[in-house]
């Protein structure tokens, strides 16, 4: 049997390898390989490889059964496509365009098994297999609506970046590009020469590979449009704060995100012992609070989400159990609860940070310009051989003011001890000696 091996079914196999390379990409990649919305989009490379597949060897073959078949994985694979878009733009997986698609596909099971939906012809000096017909034009406007819903996504997720991941969300933006408008452009002159076709694969496999890297080495991507997460306080029992942090400014003033959390603290029995999340719904925004034995966690965010809940709950568990002993005391020592940064990455690390604004921010040039010592950055390099731990450390040790030695730190804060100091800007207690 002679196999029909032209330029096309060698682009299609090409495009059909760069897909599925991408779709496993997205799978070994630890950062992003449990995120939900990257599943759907993982699902939707595969079936879309598949179709790029199955075109190839129907083509290769000229193998018309096979060319009835391979549309519908398109169809499919643009399903999950939107499922994944929607449920990064807004936690839903409900869209006009899916509603579509899956009408869409119903039409394609039926014309399937009808016939003249496939033929053989000579395009380009080149015998290939093609769907015709309405089929086809099916086939063409599910294409369609991929691409404008891709280009939509990563347009809002361009617009909406932080300015520190800006630069990964130019490289996504370029991927975006690539594969839905460029792509739907070139392939229009299909209908002019059929050789464009090629050239359409090859622009679409190259900018899908681009945007799925740049969510791999980014993931906080896709967390930009659902909501906007503010701030995260811990307090203990009587209301002392423990830990905070921020992640842009809130309109919430302060004295009314604590007001809320002590006055849910004094009345919120109920809500320690079924261990839920209380949601305060502001004006401006959403107060999620967690009680527990020990604590209130509360977290200000744009709105309600359930992967935010969960995040909350997470947090909350595992910042008792880590300090549990402290908090028996009642420690009220700020500084030994710093240990909760790591529960913080761990929960939280994918949301992105919209404290710093441009180059000219202060907090910007002191990450930017500042250095450590080189024999410290050595011994560093020799305890971290990850690349990302790396950097993260070493953003942590350039926090500390360039002209303090860590040592030194260590020493002073010996001194101080001894001297009977109570804070820093108390006098110790002469009497008492």
């Known amino acids: 049997m002679t196999l029909n091996w032209t330029p096309e079914v060698v682009v299609v196999f090409i495009t059909t390898g760069i897909l599925l390379f991408s779709a496993v990409l997205t799978y070994t990649s630890p950062r992003t390989k449990k995120i939900l919305s990257v599943t759907y989009f993982r699902t939707a490379l595969i079936f879309i490889s598949l179709f790029f597949l199955f075109e190839g060897i129907s083509i290769l073959f000229l193998n018309l059964a096979i060319t009835r078949i391979y549309t519908l994985f398109n169809a499919v694979g643009t399903i999950f496509f939107l499922i994944g878009i929607s449920h990064t733009m807004k936690e839903s997986l409900k869209s006009i365009g899916l509603m579509v698609v899956v009408i869409l596909l119903a039409l394609l099971l039926y014309l399937t098994f009808q016939s003249e939906v496939a033929v053989i012809v000579v395009e380009a000096g080149y015998i290939t297999t093609k769907i015709i017909g309405f089929y086809s034009i099916i086939g063409d406007v599910l ?149 527990s034995e020990f604590i209130t966690v509360g977290l200000v965010a744009s709105k309600s989400s359930k992967l935010l809940r969960n995040s909350l709950v997470n947090f909350a568990n595992d910042f008792e159990d880590q300090f549990k002993n402290l908090l028996k005391v009642s420690c009220r020592d700020i500084e030994k609860y710093d240990g909760a940064y790591e529960l913080l990455d761990k929960y939280f690390s994918n949301f992105p940070s919209k404290l710093i604004s441009s180059k000219n921010d202060p907090l910007y040039l002191i990450a930017k310009y500042k250095d450590i010592p080189p024999e410290l950055e050595n011994k560093l390099k020799s305890i971290a051989t990850d690349e990302y731990d790396y950097e993260k450390i070493k953003e942590e040790i350039k926090k500390f003011p360039d002209c303090v030695p860590l040592h030194f730190i260590e020493f002073y804060e010996d001194i101080k001890e001894r001297l009977g100091f109570n804070d820093e800007n108390e006098l110790p207690d002469k009497t008492q000696e």
């Open 143 to 291: 294409f369609s609506i991929a691409f404008i819903y891709i280009f939509y996504w990563g347009i809002k997720t361009y617009r909406n970046a932080p300015f520190l991941i800006k630069t990964e969300a130019t490289i996504f933006f370029c991927g975006i590009i690539l594969s839905s408008i460029i792509s739907l452009t070139v392939n229009m002159f299909y209908y002019i020469n059929p050789i464009f076709i090629l050239i359409t694969d090859l622009i679409f496999s190259v900018g899908i590979f681009i945007f799925t890297y740049s969510i791999i080495k980014e993931p906080k991507l896709l967390y930009i449009l659902p909501f906007e997460i503010n701030r995260i306080i811990v307090k203990d029992r009587d209301g002392f704060p423990l830990f905070d942090h921020d992640w842009s400014e809130s309109k919430i003033n302060d004295s009314m995100f604590t007001g809320f959390i002590n006055a849910v603290q004094l009345m919120s029995e109920e809500v320690i012992h079924k261990g839920g999340v209380l949601d305060i719904i502001l004006t401006d925004g959403i107060l999620m609070l967690r009680e």
